[in-house]
């Protein structure tokens, strides 16, 4: 079993910044994957970054290669989403989840536990 908690989402400019934490419990986090889902209103949900156990793999969707950043501290059961130069189309709810397997797949199937995400509005 896992638990998934994110923080950090809030309303921010276009152009600003934000990063969202996601702490786990449970099973020993450093034997896992992570990835970073968004869903937008009417709209499915989607992938937007993953990262091996070690961190030492990541993946990024088109949409925020180079805005975007994935990481993790094992040590502190925590991984991270850290969002520059935000555009309103970002706007979505943020989830994180648990890829048990580290199958390293930008797919939500293979995903085993996922958090109550957290709201990231992005204003023109």
């Known amino acids: 079993q896992v638990q998934l908690v994110e923080s950090g989402g809030g309303l921010v400019q276009a152009g600003g910044s934000l990063r969202l934490s996601c702490t786990a419990s449970?099973?020993?986090?450093?034997?896992?994957?992570m990835g970073w889902f968004r869903q937008a209103p009417g709209k499915e949900r989607e992938f937007v970054a993953l990262?091996?156990?070690?961190?030492?793999?990541?993946q990024y969707a088109d949409s925020v290669k180079g805005r975007f950043s994935i990481s993790r501290d094992n040590a502190k059961n925590t991984m991270y989403l850290q969002m520059n130069s935000l555009k309103p189309e970002d706007t979505a709810v943020y989830s994180c989840?648990?890829?048990?397997?580290?199958?390293?797949?930008?797919?939500?199937?293979?995903?085993?536990?996922w958090g109550q995400g957290t709201q990231v509005t992005v204003s023109s």
């Open positions: 989840a648990a890829d048990l397997y580290s199958r390293l797949v930008a797919d939500t199937r293979v995903y085993d536990y």
């Open positions: 449970g099973r020993t986090f450093s034997t896992y994957a």
């Open positions: 990262i091996s156990w070690s961190g030492s793999r990541t």
